[in-house]
């Protein structure tokens, strides 16, 4: 179930020695595929927040280090974080929330930080370090850690005008470039760079923050083969039964060379 498969696009398992841990956030995409270039072995990780503490991302985490010779962790949490603001504005009494939201990310900083400034320059870096250091135990991992600042990112003029996609996946290797000019091929209408925002591994509260609180309509569940394929449709099953993607149009997406494949047009 949560095991971390290596990717379709050409990167041997054995290879993998780096995890890509981040926000879901729409305007990160390009900047974590930068991250991947210079460490073409990455295995990417991002939730809401760039949580560690989430249990499917934990799960993820522990299972990468398990079967990978993981020898770096790059850390990208960043400022501006949405995820962040929900933190701070429902710990100050502002919104009332999910509960399973609650517990998956807001309640760890209760009483942390002073401001929200305090927590995405302070408290959410230093917080989500420490949670990666018990995790890691004795094993000799050098993580880093960088704070994105999207300001400094060449985010589009109309980047607020675009049409948000929600894109649920397993961790893999693979750059977001590459997944999504195979979900559109797939589903003939563009997954962009800009604005698609990247949940991997599937976690319920970051895709209930990305539909409920975002307000994101357009949900892909993309698998990078057959057997992600089923996994893929069970979270997807799970999710309609309690009722998180009414509203939204979502579809399950399977690269069109991996049905080729299958099938064996
Ligand atoms: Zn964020």
Redesign the pocket.
């Known amino acids: 179930m949560h095991s971390v498969n290596h990717s379709n696009h050409g990167i041997p398992a054995s290879e993998v020695n780096t995890l890509i841990i981040s ?3 729409g305007r990160l995409n390009g900047i974590i595929d930068e991250y991947g270039i210079e460490n073409s072995v990455a295995i990417r990780l991002r939730n ?2 760039a949580n560690v503490s989430e249990p499917e991302m934990e799960k993820s985490i522990r299972s990468a280090l398990e079967e990978y010779d993981i020898k770096r962790i790059m850390l990208l949490p ?1 400022l501006n ?4 603001g929900l933190v701070d504005s429902t710990l100050t009494g502002l919104k009332s929330i999910d509960p399973r939201v609650y517990s998956d990310l807001v309640q760890q900083y209760k009483g942390t930080f002073v401001d929200r400034k305090d927590l995405e320059e302070r408290v959410n870096p230093d917080m989500q370090f420490d949670r990666l250091k018990e995790l890691i135990g004795k094993r000799e991992i050098f993580i880093s850690l960088s704070t994105l600042d999207p300001a400094g990112l060449s985010v589009p003029a109309d980047y607020a005008d675009h049409e948000h996609t929600l894109f649920v996946t397993k961790p893999y290797a693979s750059r977001c470039e590459f997944m999504f000019e195979d979900a559109t091929e797939a589903t003939g209408k563009e997954v962009k760079i800009w604005g698609t925002y990247v949940v991997q591994p599937p976690d319920e509260s970051s895709i209930r923050i990305a539909v409920e609180n975002l307000g994101i309509k357009r949900v892909i569940f993309f698998a990078e083969n057959q057997s992600d394929l089923h996994e893929m449709e069970h979270i997807r099953k799970g999710l309609e039964k309690k009722g998180i993607l009414n509203g939204t149009n979502a579809s399950i997406v399977l690269p069109n060379h991996i049905k080729k494949k299958v099938t064996g047009f």
């Open positions: 926000c879901m956030d809401a927040g960043h974080c949405g995820a962040m």
